[in-house]
């Protein structure tokens, strides 16, 4: 077993025992957490007096709460805590003494004050996984905004039309990142504690999150110091990468290889522009992207998207159109991937775990918790 306790009521999975001092807020620290209680470990949710703040990040609001909060935070327990009261501090220390993880993100060295810092923590509790979210690093004062973090990576720099401004994308993809960073961090030092023993701390932060995120793109100036600049929706070496105009609307096309770009051009008409000298390998192909677009725009606009998209599945040409998510939802239940599921008693819907374990899947036996509902609970388990 990986901790020592169970939670009887939500006992099940691969992290069935493992106990979670959730000491984060927002994003990254709770998706973490929420995507650990899915697989089984039992999750406890402190939060000061003023609550998450994402509670009050409305619109859009299900049964007046706001869905922000609500899409983070199923299958935890939930306690409120007020660490300038002294009673409350002590539950929060005991808490981080019990628990097998504690994840945090409050400023740099913030909980240290509070006793709830990782030396203080390790000190009574020796084999903690002890899991820091930041923004910058632990010595940046700036607080961790995904949107700063995308600035400042570099991602808004090459996101956009080339002739528009830098764009943020449209979810805080650098927060949900770091979150999935955090997850791995921890199951990598609950290995090591399995083996050895021992516990460790795991810094994360959203910058190194993004930057790694950034792979190809971040990858190429690391090795060549060329700095990426925006290309709109066309990939730096890959063509045709994106979507091109129909007779109806755009269709996006994923060509990553010459066998598939054969196969494009047989279906489309256009055979000889897959033995073109100018066209036949990927890397012509990149360069020469201006003369291709023309030739693909013109097969193209004989048709409609959905036809297009019929012919060329067929064909194995991955292609598809671009949906908005009501339809993405649509089309992952016509994949058999039943994106919906419905958590706790009371059935609060939400997004499917990503991760499928044939033997233990993930389940959802918790909604989303009101402020404070666990005290009781949390009290009775630490036995105060």
């Given at each position: ?22 000491f984060s807020r927002v994003l990254a620290g709770p998706y973490c957490t929420m995507l650990l209680a899915d ?45 300038a009261d002294p009673e409350d501090l002590a539950v929060a220390r005991a808490l981080a003494a019990r628990a ?285």
């Amino acid at each position: 077993m990986i901790g020592s306790e169970t939670d009887p009521d939500a006992a099940h999975g691969p992290l069935a025992g493992l106990v979670v001092a959730d000491f984060s807020r927002v994003l990254a620290g709770p998706y973490c957490t929420m995507l650990l209680a899915d697989l089984g470990a039992t999750v406890i949710k402190v939060e000061g007096p003023a609550g998450d703040e994402t509670r009050h990040w409305m619109p859009p609001t299900h049964d007046g709460e706001a869905t922000y909060y609500l899409s983070v935070n199923r299958g935890k327990r939930a306690i409120t805590l007020d660490f300038a009261d002294p009673e409350d501090l002590a539950v929060a220390r005991a808490l981080a003494a019990r628990a097998d993880v504690v994840i945090e993100n409050f400023k740099p060295h913030g909980l240290d004050r509070f006793g709830l810092g990782y030396d203080a923590v390790r000190e009574a509790n020796p084999r903690v996984v002890y899991v820091s979210i930041s923004g910058f690093g632990p010595d940046a004062a700036l607080p961790g905004y995904d949107v700063l973090a995308q600035a400042l990576s570099g991602l808004m720099s090459i996101t956009g039309a080339p002739d528009g401004p830098p764009t943020k994308a449209g979810v805080a993809i650098v927060d949900v990142v770091t979150g999935l960073h955090a997850g791995i961090g921890a199951l990598a030092a609950l290995r090591h504690r399995d083996v050895t023993g021992e516990g460790q701390r795991i810094a994360v932060n959203l910058l190194s999150s993004a930057l790694s995120a950034l792979v190809n793109q971040s990858g190429a100036h690391a090795l060549t110091g060329v700095v990426p600049t925006r290309l709109g929706n066309d990939h730096p070496s890959i063509y045709p990468y994106g979507p091109l105009p129909t007779a109806d609307g755009d269709l996006v096309l994923a060509i990553g290889n010459d066998a598939q770009f054969a196969r494009l051009c047989r279906v489309l008409g256009i055979a000889d522009a897959a033995a073109d000298a100018r066209f036949a390998r990927a890397a012509d192909r990149s360069t020469t992207r201006d003369e291709l677009r023309p030739v693909l725009e013109a097969a193209l606009a004989g048709r409609s998207a959905e036809e297009w998209e019929l012919l060329l599945a067929e064909a194995g040409v991955p292609c598809g159109p671009v949906l908005d998510i009501g339809a993405a939802f649509d089309r992952a239940r016509a994949l058999g991937l039943d994106p919906v599921v419905h958590a706790g008693p009371e059935g609060v819907a939400g997004v499917r775990h990503p991760i499928s374990l044939d033997r233990t899947p993930a389940a959802y036996p918790f909604a989303p918790p009101s402020p404070d509902a666990d005290r009781a609970w949390v009290l009775g388990f630490l036995g105060a």
